[in-house]
Structures are given as structure tokens and as C-alpha cells.
């Protein structure tokens, strides 16, 4: 680096600052006070994720282990059964069906096959008509989902 550059101030630094002038420049005392809002911060931040795991991540797993039978499919490729989801709250939470993320997770786990190693023939292009399949399925279920 060369002695013209000078780093920008963060905003720690930026409230020693300012909280110096209004301390009489105990420095002590500014240096509780920074700690105590970087501890502040630290604990909003895990009970911000750790709220967001039970209620967006739980809820997937609460409605998932419920729903037997309750499930949409794709009937000889171009007729489609639609079900709405029969628990709504990971839903109301995300706007996002859980058969959505469902069929989502089962496109990349059907992707993550090795395509040379697979015995499937033809297995890039039943990935490609799956894809378009769970595209379409996936679209009529978030429309039913909707509120009328």
C-alpha cells in the first residue's frame, strides 16, 4: 500500500467517535460500550437464524412428516392431480408450497447422478422431460396455493 491510501473508518470506529465526545473522551468507557453492542448484536443475530430454523426450516419438516397421501402428481404425463398443501403454514411463512421445494430437491438429487455411470439410456433427456414436467406441476400447485 502506499502512504496516500488510508482505509475507510468502520462502523465501530466510527462510533468510538462519536460516543468519545459524549463520554468526555473516557476511552474506557467507549470501549464498554462497543463491546457491549458487538455482544448485542451477536445474540440478535442467532436468535434471528436460529427463529428462522424453527419457523421457516421446522415447519418444512413438521409438514413433511405429515403428508401421506396428500401429495400432487403427474398422471401419464400430461394429466396432473393438484393437491393443496393440507398444512399451509411453511406456506403462509415463505409463499412457497413445500411440494415445490420438494420437487426442487428431487431434480438435484436426479441431477447429482452421474449421467455416464448411470444405467438409465437416454438419462439427459429424462431429466429434461422430468424438469419441464415438475416445471409445469410445480406452477399449478403454487397457483392453487394462492389465495382466490
Known amino acids: 500500500m502506499n502512504d496516500i491510501y488510508r482505509a475507510p473508518i468502520t462502523k465501530d470506529e466510527m462510533i468510538l467517535l462519536l460516543v468519545k465526545e459524549l463520554v468526555g ?16 448484536e451477536a445474540k440478535e443475530t442467532v436468535d434471528y437464524y436460529h427463529d428462522r430454523w424453527e419457523n421457516i426450516a421446522g415447519s418444512y419438516y413438521r409438514v413433511r412428516d405429515t403428508d401421506q397421501d396428500k401429495y400432487s402428481l403427474i398422471w401419464d404425463y ?24 420438494d420437487l426442487i430437491r428431487q431434480l438435484i438429487k436426479l441431477h447429482k447422478i452421474d449421467a455416464d455411470n448411470t444405467h438409465i439410456e437416454d438419462y439427459q433427456l429424462w431429466l429434461a422431460r422430468d424438469d419441464k414436467l415438475y416445471s409445469i406441476l410445480a406452477d399449478k400447485i403454487m397457483r392453487a396455493m394462492k389465495p382466490n
Open 25 to 40: 473522551h473516557n476511552i474506557d468507557v467507549c470501549k464498554l460500550i462497543i463491546q457491549n453492542k458487538r455482544s448485542l
Open 78 to 101: 400430461s394429466k396432473y392431480i393438484i393437491k393443496k398443501d393440507h398444512n399451509p403454514i411453511f406456506y403462509n411463512l415463505t409463499g412457497i408450497s413445500y411440494q415445490v421445494v
